[in-house]
């Protein structure tokens, strides 16, 4: 089983839809949940994080954290065309070195 | 300018041939990885260096090498190339006194070994 699991979609969505994109973990020693986003042709840059449980809000963006269930997610509200990336989460825990550990990133298109 | 670079940003190379992929930064962190990317697959760590003296093995190793040449440097080669290391290949550098240690990532080099 892998460490982090995440659909890869391709998701494709009508500008101003609410967008979900999920990940589900394995180890439960995980600390810190990170969303990165890569557009095409470029490196992933950091989007979010939260530290434990609970949500975390920035502008349109949502992230959100369920340790019980191992289930992190990110919401889009009002979505936009430049909103169209891959979208990776990642996880990392002090005691593993704090190197991350990525899921296999989620291909969102927002139409117009 | 960028804080992450690398070099060069696409290749094409054939089976068996050495080749070196090179990543510069100006961002004064000491921790410095190569990871590559693969469709359906993600990203995987493929070696990491905590400092000049530090090298580490990440999860798929086999058939590539490091070198970190000073704080700012840190080059990744493949011995002896074969079609299956073809992918998206990207260095990273993270400030681990700055939780969560967020990793910076140059823009990648896209490898083709025919």
């Known amino acids: ?112 | 300018d960028a804080d992450v670079t690398q070099t060069p940003r696409n290749r094409i190379t054939k089976t068996g041939k050495r080749i070196m992929l090179e990543c510069s930064q100006t961002k004064g962190h000491d921790r410095m990885y190569w990871y590559r990317q693969d469709p359906g697959l993600g990203l995987r760590l493929i070696y990491y260096s905590f400092d000049v003296k530090d090298i580490n093995k990440g999860e798929i190793s086999d058939g590539y090498s490091v070198s970190r040449q000073a704080q700012a440097k840190f080059s990744l080669s493949l011995e002896s190339a074969i079609p299956n290391q073809t992918a998206l290949y990207f260095c990273a550098t993270s400030d681990p006194t700055r939780p969560p240690e967020t990793q910076y990532f140059g823009p990648g080099t896209r490898l083709l070994v025919l």
């Open chain 1, 1 to 112: 089983q892998k460490e982090v699991e995440q659909d890869p979609g391709p998701l494709s969505v009508p500008e101003g839809a609410i967008v979900s994109l999920n990940c589900t973990y394995s180890n439960s020693a995980f600390q810190y949940f990170m969303w990165y986003r890569q557009y095409s042709r470029k490196g992933p840059e950091l989007l979010m994080y939260t530290y434990s449980s609970g949500n975390k809000e920035d502008g349109r963006f949502t992230a959100q954290v369920d340790k019980s269930s191992k289930y992190i997610s990110l919401f889009i509200r009002d979505s936009q065309p430049s909103d169209s990336a891959t979208y990776l989460c990642a996880i990392s825990y002090t005691g593993g070195g704090n190197k991350l550990t990525f899921g296999t990133g989620t291909q969102l298109k927002v139409e117009l």
